[in-house]
């Protein structure tokens, strides 16, 4: 199986190291982030959600239309919209797009402080407990089409329909992300693609077998994707020099980029995990760097893979080989980044996954 390569975009030009300018949502930039993936041959770009970031359908409707074959996975926080006007939101978008492009990228929220901005005050548990029922909904009136009825603990709905449906046999693509017991119950039982944070191989392999499990309970097989932060470099000396760049100025610009956040700190299983590798050592596995996690606070995707375009690649088929199908990469310099990765990176990725479809590797 080929591996997909997800990038992610934003409305401005604005990361760990780069303080956001101009208009908060700036149309053209957006259009070029988007171009850039495309061109650099990615399969897919995320669009995040936040309380304080672009409201995410929008973003994903321009990304769309600045492209012609790019796909989108438009992260969601249940719980602030009915699970069946939401289906009805993907199913359009599917169709107006052109068919096949739209996935969704199911974040239940870990942070607390964040869930509260947008009016959440159900606990952590509660919050999955309440995503398993809005996907049972979503998947059986995209199956199904209704009429439906349901009665759960959050939801209850009586003859409801998505006469739209997706509009490709294959449907809308489920990702899902969290890390906690109570996120694996449910991603278990409905997720396509479980998204990861770049842990070290050993700690993620660990995650692997056990989300694997929990599958199976379910009778279920799942994909897995692995997000990371690529410094590349032409010569590895050069590459950490620049990593050590990049944590420097992280660290000057902490407050700044942590903004809004109360305790700075996530509060979600998934970043106390690699705050507690980032406590064991700034690199881990040769070049798996984490020490912007660390002053972050595991802000999010915040582990880096240090090296040349050919040491990433290598270090990134590692993590293939444990049984990830699917790569997110962004860089620190979103945008060059971006363009930069589609040029060095990719290319030599797909090389060696075409290398081990001939020769395949034991693990």
């Known amino acids: 199986m080929p591996v997909e390569f997800i990038g992610m975009i934003a409305t401005r030009e604005q990361s760990e190291i780069i303080a956001p300018e101009g208009p908060f949502i700036n149309p053209d930039f957006t259009a070029r982030f988007a171009q850039a993936h495309e061109q650099g041959g990615f399969d897919r770009i995320l669009i995040g959600y936040g309380a304080g970031w672009a409201e995410g359908w929008g973003v994903a409707n321009a990304a769309l239309c600045a492209t012609d074959r790019l796909k989108v996975l438009i992260a969601h926080r249940p719980g602030f919209v009915a699970p069946t006007l939401f289906a009805r ?11 096949g492009r739209v996935a969704i990228h199911y974040i239940t929220g870990g942070d607390e402080i964040d869930q509260r901005r947008d009016g959440d005050f159900l606990s952590h548990d509660d919050r999955y407990r309440r995503t398993g029922e809005f996907l049972t909904i979503v998947r059986r009136l995209w199956s199904e089409g209704g009429p439906l009825d349901f009665a759960g603990e959050f939801y209850r709905v009586e003859g409801a329909i998505d006469a739209v449906r997706p509009a490709t046999p294959g449907g809308i693509p489920v990702y899902f992300g969290g890390a906690s017991e109570a996120a694996v119950r449910v991603g278990a039982e409905h997720a396509d693609v479980y998204m990861l944070w770049g842990e070290p191989l050993a700690d993620i392999a660990d995650r692997l077998a056990t989300l694997r499990g929990a599958a199976a309970e379910f009778g279920r097989t799942l994909r897995f994707s692995v997000s990371l932060r690529p410094i590349l470099g032409p010569t590895e000396a050069k590459a950490w020099a ?3 760049a990049i944590a420097e100025t992280t660290a000057q610009r902490r407050d700044a980029f942590l903004g809004h956040r109360v305790n700075k700190e996530d509060t ?3 970043a106390r995990r690699l705050r507690e590798a980032a406590a064991v050592s700034d ?12 002053i972050t606070g595991a802000s999010g995707n915040s582990t ?18 444990l049984g990830f199908s699917t790569i997110l990469i962004r860089g620190f310099n979103p945008l060059q980044d971006a363009a930069d990765y589609g040029r060095e990176l990719l290319p030599l990725v797909r090389a060696g996954m075409a290398r081990r479809e001939r020769e395949p590797v034991l693990v």
Do not use: M, N, W
Not at 89 to 99: P, R
């Open 89 to 99: 939101q993907a199913s359009t978008l599917d169709h107006i797009t052109g068919g």
């Open 242 to 244: 620049r990593a050590e």
């Open 268 to 270: 979600s299983v998934g």
């Open 283 to 294: 690199v881990h596995d040769e070049r798996l760097f984490t020490r912007v996690a660390a």
């Open 304 to 321: 880096a893979l240090v090296g040349t375009p050919e040491q990433v690649a290598e270090s990134l088929l590692k993590y293939v080989d």
